[in-house]
């Protein structure tokens, strides 16, 4: 029966849940950290990068 809740997506939404959270948990503790300043700036100097590559393609 554990193939049918498989298929069905019931498994497979409890790892995403899981996931995310581990993630969201992830990031709480480096935004703690003392470099969380330059994290930040790096992660939007990358963001800002890449919709400037795509609008550049597009």
Avoid: P, Q, W
Wanted: hydrophobic share 45%; glycine share 10%; with cysteine.
């Amino acid at each position: 029966m554990s193939g049918v809740s498989f298929v069905s997506g019931k498994e497979s939404g409890d790892m995403n849940i899981n996931n995310v959270s581990t993630l969201t948990a992830g990031l709480r503790k480096l935004m703690k950290h003392k470099y969380s300043d330059l994290f930040l700036l790096c992660s939007v100097a990358v963001a800002f990068g890449t919709l400037l590559a795509v609008s550049a393609l597009g």
